[in-house]
């Protein structure tokens, strides 16, 4: 027994050891699962878009994939590709990303806003509110089609009829108004998100510091752009942050509504771009290339989020 | 939490705008129910028809031999029930090992892993089609279920994070030191806690993996095309066929209407992926 | 039943020592309380030696055997939570089976097992019902219960009965201290109470700044704290300390003089007469103190505030820039009056400054 003892001691008590470690065995099995799939399916994947992204390959027109250096990024950034690239692509996907999610952000802001004042009803509104969420953005892409139609769609039908004539228009197929079409389909679905997040923020805001400003003899408004927005801020960064995240990966919809990218490429986004490379173009090494441009804009934005919001 | 009453006026325009966008949101799926239960002329009457009498051959012929649409609805039901299934658990656990755990690497791991999430299939979805070529795995419910799970994953492991740390420490450390292993406390004593978190994530992974688009577009082609996929099919060269179309959209919306019922109550930490509590 | 034993241990969060080598030896059967303020070390102390942190530096040993690697489930240490930590889903009984089944006992054992702690606890006819349901008490002492059923090597105790109210605490100290001298279960118990350290422990061992300050029993802690953070963190309110230096000695005498007054005082009343020189804290508690409003050989002052309690009367009485207090069983006066303060030669303390 003594010798056990002194054998143990010899043996670790004397260093002075650093053993911050000890679990970290059990914790990386219950890792491992999730690598396992996610190695394959999605590192593999984003290694393979890399190494696309340096050669040239159509899918269909030759078999095997050849090096051709930066010439892909080059031939974007300054080379044939640019003028359609930074002239079209990258305006668009500009344009729809911030619109969408500025447009959507004051929407609910203002809808939160009424909302919280009526205590009784605003189970209802949120009810009927949030469904579109829930519906798949083909179901939307098809039903919007179906709305927008510009001769016997009921929206342009429903305008006409109510002598709002003037502001029938050709919604999603014309140059003009393709892209606020886009943003406003988008909103349709996804203010409510926006909604709920600041509503639930403003729910849970301090009651006495809103109080003390309204004791104070705040107007409403001072009291909204002194006391609740700023408390608010927090909050409404992380959202919109969630919301631009989810525009840079956002095609569905555009891939109904937008069949070959809109009148004049309106709607080809980043994304969608990248999609009609690679699918209907078959420049796996072109779509690669924008495919890695996504990549870093979205893993900044991702980063920067789980930063911010302190999730990791 | 009374306020005073507000005036009036402002009641009542406040009151009305609600409603206003209330209606907007619901309307057009009402107008999407009435059209798939019209005739293909019908759905584009002048005026816009409400009344009429309602015909139900688009439905019927949904299910007939030419469309077969409960093949699809089966294989969304089995890829979003698997990737469900898979997500949770994984991500429950993933979720388990980095609340309680700092290990090396942990941090970066944990970053990499949550920002999985926000990572566009449009980015592996080319390298993923050729990779699932070389394996089989084209067009089988395995590799869309497999595929999908690579962003469900981390919407789980995010989501459960968050149910995770609103269970007390001391809680699982008591388990430790009354004898059990990580694993035991895991299944013993976290699982039965977080059990209703996990319902919720698996809830919003079935509808997630219902509607993805992307993926199952591009990685199916005749036997593991998915129900929402299925629609596009509808669209020919020259026209779209929309009253099937729209009898296949309002059947594909059943079961995502029945994970709205389950879920409303928790929309906001769902969506939020467990960033603010609802 | 066991005794354990720390060396050296040290942890660190960051930047921040959270414990600086922290050596103490805890005997079989005793009833040791770490006892600290809040962000002293003292928890972390005991999560180390549960097991639940891995020490940067430094060894635990549990009957001679050195568990400092070992994980939490193998040391045979049981732990009673400041929150209790019951398991939520789980009924009382499967609350108190819990530690047993984790250890392969057999179904009837645990029955017994249970049954014999629910009597003794008193918890028998809860053992139906989940955590939810019970009160406080309950909930206290089926958290105790569960640390008892498995006869562990030692009870670790984090601050078990501050989420009681004030009533029922000073009733579970005494039910608490009883119940350890029956089983003679070995007990670490952290707590920044100094009355119910005071009360319950066998010996008192005091941190600050994850080093440890002072190890000794009650008496010995109140009457010789060794440093003069103890001095002051122990008694109610605590020991009066000054500043002061001493400016000459003889043989029986030495001379403190004080930021605004002087004070010659005996000197065979302390035991430590070696280095009395230089720099000092001075102290002495309220209660030693000597009033008087007659004029006599201690220092003068004035009251500042008479504060009665009842069963006594404490003093803050102006000494030159300074605020004694002082503790009296009875005595009237008002702010303004003068009065004297005598420092019976066997109660004065002198401290280093730089102990902190």
């Known amino acids: 027994m003594d010798k056990q003892v002194l054998q143990s001691n010899g043996k670790k008590g004397e260093q002075g050891k650093k053993s911050g470690r000890r679990f970290e065995l059990p914790f990386f099995f219950f890792i491992l699962p999730s690598l396992l799939i996610i190695i394959p399916i999605v590192a593999f994947p984003t290694a393979w878009v890399f190494w696309l992204s340096f050669q040239n390959w159509n899918f269909l027109s030759s078999a095997t994939p050849t090096f051709n250096g930066v010439n892909n990024y080059g031939d974007f950034l300054f080379g044939y590709n640019s003028a359609e690239f930074l002239g079209k692509i990258l305006p668009a996907t500009a344009s729809f990303v911030i619109g969408a999610a500025a447009l ?113 003899g705040a107007t409403a408004l001072y009291r909204f752009r002194r006391v609740i927005l700023p408390l608010l801020s927090p909050i409404i960064i992380i959202a919109l942050l969630f919301r631009l995240l989810d525009l840079f990966n956002y095609l569905t919809v555009l891939y109904i509504l937008y069949p070959s990218g809109g009148p004049g490429q309106a709607l080809e986004i980043i994304s969608y771009f990248a999609l009609l490379l690679g699918n209907r173009s078959f420049y796996l090494g072109q779509a690669a290339t924008i495919a890695v441009f996504l990549l870093i804009i979205t893993n900044v934005l991702a980063f920067y989020l789980i930063r911010r919001g302190k999730f990791a | 939490m009374t306020r005073k009453t507000p005036r009036r006026i402002g009641w009542y325009l406040s009151a009305a705008v609600l409603v206003a966008f209330g209606v907007t949101s619901v309307f057009p799926i009402f107008w999407m129910i009435l059209a798939s239960l019209k005739s293909a002329i019908e759905i584009w009457n002048r005026p816009p028809l409400f009344i009429f009498t309602p015909n139900f051959s688009s439905y019927t012929d949904l299910f007939g031999p030419d469309i077969n649409y409960q093949k699809f609805l089966t294989n969304s039901l089995i890829i979003a029930v698997g990737t469900s299934a898979l997500s949770v658990t994984l991500g429950s656990m993933a979720a388990y090992a ?77 388990a430790m030191v009354d004898g059990a292993s990580r694993l035991e406390t895991f299944r013993k004593i976290i699982l039965p806690l977080v059990a209703p978190g996990m319902a919720v994530t698996a809830a919003f992974c079935f509808v997630f993996s219902w509607n993805e688009f992307i993926i199952a577009y591009i990685l199916t082609s005749n036997s593991a095309v998915t129900a929402p996929t299925r629609l596009t099919q509808f669209r020919g060269l020259e026209a779209i066929d929309w009253p099937h179309l729209f009898s296949a959209e309002v059947v594909s919306l059943i079961p995502l209407f029945i994970m709205f019922l389950f879920l409303q109550r928790f929309l906001v930490r769902g969506l939020s992926l467990g960033a603010v509590k609802g | 039943m066991s005794k354990l034993r720390i060396e050296n241990l040290t942890k660190r969060y960051g930047s921040t020592l959270a414990i600086n080598g922290v050596s103490l030896d805890i005997r079989d059967h005793e009833f040791l309380v770490l006892l600290g303020p809040s962000g002293c070390g003292k928890t972390s102390t005991l999560r180390c030696i549960a097991g639940l942190e891995t020490p940067d530096e430094g060894t635990i040993f549990v009957d001679e055997m050195d568990v400092t690697d070992l994980p939490t489930r193998d040391r045979d240490v049981a732990m009673v939570f400041q929150s209790y930590a019951l398991y939520p889903h789980m009924t009382i009984y499967e609350n108190l089976a819990f530690p047993l089944r984790t250890r392969h006992m057999t179904k009837d054992d645990i029955a017994s097992r249970i049954k014999e702690v629910g009597e003794l606890l008193r918890i028998a006819d809860l053992l139906q ?136 005082l ?74 004297w303060l005598e420092f019976p030669e066997k109660k004065i303390h002198l401290f280093d400054v730089s102990a902190q």
Request: with cysteine.
């Open chain 1, 104 to 216: 959507e952000f004051l929407l609910g802001l203002g809808l939160a806003y009424l909302a919280d004042m009526h205590l009784k009803g605003e189970k209802y509104f949120r009810t009927a509110f949030v469904i579109p969420v829930f519906m798949s953005g083909i179901s939307i892409g098809f039903l919007y089609t179906y709305i927008y139609e510009p001769s016997n769609g009921i929206l342009n039908q429903t305008l006409r009829g109510s002598g709002l004539g003037l502001l029938a228009s050709n919604w999603h197929t014309a140059l003009s108004s393709a892209l606020p079409t886009a943003i406003i389909t988008d909103a349709w679905q996804w203010t409510p998100f926006m909604f709920l997040i600041i509503l639930a923020g403003m729910k849970a805001l301090p009651r006495p510091v809103v109080e003390a400003a309204e004791v104070d």
């Open chain 2, 98 to 174: 980095f609340t309680r755990g700092k290990f090396w690497g942990s941090k970066s791991l944990q970053m990499w892993f949550l920002s999985l999430k926000f990572l566009p299939s449009i980015v592996i979805i080319f390298p993923l089609f050729l990779e699932y070529r070389y394996f089989g795995l084209m067009d089988t419910q395995l590799g869309v279920i497999l595929a999908h799970s690579t962003f469900l994953i981390p919407f789980s492991l995010w989501l459960m994070k968050a149910y995770l740390q609103d269970l007390p420490r001391a809680i699982d450390e008591a």
């Open chain 3, 129 to 264: 019902r989940k955590p939810k349901q019970l009160s406080g008490g309950e909930a206290q002492r089926v958290a105790l219960g569960r640390a008892i059923i498995r006869e562990p090597k030692a009870f670790l105790m984090d601050e078990p009965l501050s989420n009681l109210d004030a009533i029922l605490r000073l009733y579970m100290r005494a039910e608490l201290k009883k119940l350890q001298k029956e089983l003679g279960t070995t007990t670490i118990y952290v707590t920044h109470d100094q009355a119910e350290a005071l009360t319950m422990a066998e010996r008192v061992a005091i941190m600050n700044h994850g080093a440890l300050q002072q190890v000794a029993d009650p008496k010995t802690i109140y009457e010789r704290p060794s440093t003069r953070f103890v001095a002051g963190f122990i008694g109610n309110p605590p020991m009066n300390l000054l500043d002061c230096e001493v400016v000459s000695q003889d043989d029986d005498h030495a001379m403190l003089e004080f930021s605004d007054f002087k004070c010659r």
């Open chain 3, 266 to 339: 005996p000197l065979h009343g302390m035991d430590d007469t070696k280095s009395i020189d230089g720099k000092k804290v001075f102290g002495i508690r309220p209660e030693h103190i000597i009033v008087s409003k007659t004029q006599n050989s201690g220092v003068q002052g004035e009251i500042y505030v008479v504060e009665p309690l009842g069963s006594e009367v404490i003093i803050d009485v102006k000494v030159g820039n300074s605020i004694m207090k002082v503790k009296s069983v009875q005595f009237e006066g008002s702010p303004g009056e003068k009065l």
